[in-house]
């Protein structure tokens, strides 16, 4: 029984990250976010999201290749870090106080 869950909680990060990909976000700087608690929050959303239906059907092209995937609940996050010009220096890595979170 719990091989299963661990299962399906890989196969959810598993899809995020494909969603990143696709909509070509940078891992890297989203691991940065605020000292790594945007991308912990998103992957928490992720994990507990109930489109996956949406989700998969996105992924694999069928018809949606040109929508976007605003049934996720961490499309707002990624267009965010898509556009990237948005974000406060301070929020990514490298930023004067390290993140926001920085004491």
Known sequence: MRSSYYRSVERRAVRMHQMMHRLDIDPVAFGCLDRGEVYAQARSRCLSCITIGDCLRWLDGY?????????????NIFLTLKEGSTLDPARRCGGPSGGLLAA
Not at 63 to 75: L, V
């Open 63 to 75: 018809g949606f290749e040109r929508r976007n995937p605003d049934f996720c609940p961490n499309f």
